[in-house]
């Protein structure tokens, strides 16, 4: 894999025509030290946020050893790459044929249940075992997040107690697992959905032994700057203490995108302007599904081979290369108001998703990736570790 300094020393040796990755391998090292020596439990990586073998293997190396899988082609993935990591099948809905592949096959011993028709399916296809860990997913609010997740998965208040008391009895560590949606912008996420956490329990007067607050824990985008990681760390353990559980009990995350979003970002050719729509070579159909589907803010810049007076801002959206008026990425994206045909765009953040979302619809597939040696366009690592973020501004705009 060829290495550059940044987007515009690419640009200029290349003038690629596709839309280009580049991989930042320093971010996502940063990005996993962090959560492995200052979240008080254990991180397991979310891998629907980017399968990618490369960061895979960076995240192992820097020490995160157990992965959060949802599929069976997740479980086969992680296994051929990493034989020895600790896979935990946290889909609340499996079928029997995955569970016992997963269980037989490639030694996974954790799945995630929100039924009691979920347990009685991973029972049968263990054959009985008595080696399981047994997650039952309850129903939390996603309020302060992002994109909700509240509506397909976890059980609700008066179905818990009786799924809890029956996943003990066939469990050698029993949790409770929950997710608070993606990108939730407050701590307060967390701690409510604790409070729900602690009722269960009294409820079902049984011993649990992990308690997994799941993932949603955020990254910095434009409009959407969260509070320090720090905080959202000691809003969990300090809820986690006050919980009426075993004394061993472990405290564990699933970050996806806090430990991916800052690997990645694009490079966009403009292929032609409209006044204010820019028409690029990626878009809904490749990288940039959320910006299409779900509106999301991307940080971008200019980038040019060629001296340029790029302070002169001004709002734009975007149109993938695609056939499909659906390829349109509303923005607004803050880009000069002099761009034009045969200009380069660096979007930013796309290590969360954007890799895993691809279709190559339209004959567009993935174009090269190359690994790049600056700084993602913001970071919540770094000098912002210990700081509170609220009045943090993102450099999305210009260079």
């Known amino acids: 894999m060829h290495n550059y300094n940044d987007a515009k020393a690419l640009i200029k040796a ?57 599929s069976i082609g997740e479980v086969r993935l992680v296994k051929s790459l990493l034989p020895d990591a600790i896979l935990c099948f946290m889909h609340p809905v499996k079928s029997e044929r995955m569970i016992k592949e ?33 997650c039952v997913r309850i129903r939390v609010s996603s309020k302060y997040a992002e994109i909700s ?57 049984v011993t649990v032994d992990i308690i997994n607050v799941g993932g949603g824990f955020p990254s910095s985008y434009p409009g959407m700057e969260p509070p320090s990681l720090a905080h959202y760390f000691e809003t969990i353990d300090r ?25 990645a970002s694009l490079i966009v050719k403009v292929e032609k302007r409209r006044g204010d729509e820019l028409y690029i070579n990626d878009g809904a159909y490749g990288a940039l599904f959320d910006a299409t589907h779900i509106g999301w803010r991307f940080p971008v810049r200019y980038i040019t081979p060629k001296p340029s007076d790029a302070t002169d801002l001004k709002p734009y959206s975007f149109y993938g290369p695609t056939c499909d008026d659906m390829d349109h990425m509303a923005g607004p994206f803050h880009l000069p108001a002099t761009i034009a045909a045969g200009d380069y765009i660096e979007i930013g953040l796309l290590g969360a998703y954007g890799c895993a979302m691809r279709s190559g619809f339209n004959g567009f597939e993935a174009g090269e990736i190359y690994i790049v040696h600056d700084e993602p366009m913001d970071t919540l690592y770094g000098h912002h570790n210990d700081v509170d973020r609220h009045n943090v501004v993102s450099i999305q705009q210009g260079q």
């Open 14 to 70: 290349i003038q690629p025509d596709e839309s280009v990755t580049l991989v930042r391998p320093h971010a996502a090292k940063r990005a996993a030290r962090y959560f492995v020596d200052n979240f008080p439990g254990k991180s397991l990586y979310a891998v629907k946020a980017n399968p990618s073998p490369d960061l895979l293997q960076i995240l192992w190396d820097e020490g995160i050893h157990h992965f959060d899988v949802a």
């Open 102 to 134: 997963a269980y037989f096959e490639h030694g996974v011993r954790t799945f995630s249940l929100d039924t009691m028709e979920e347990l009685e399916k991973i029972k049968r296809a263990t054959d009985n075992a008595d080696d399981l860990n047994l």
């Open 149 to 205: 997740l509240a509506a397909k998965f976890g059980a609700e208040a008066d179905e818990v107690a009786d799924i809890l008391m029956a996943a003990r009895q066939c469990s050698v560590q029993l949790g409770i697992c929950f997710h608070v949606g993606s990108q939730a912008m407050t701590p307060a996420a967390f701690s409510d959905a604790m409070e729900l956490v602690r009722a269960a329990i009294v409820e079902a007067s």
């Open 239 to 263: 809820s986690f203490e006050d919980l009426p559980i075993s004394y061993s009990a472990e405290l564990w995350c699933e970050p996806g995108r806090a430990l991916c979003a800052e690997y």
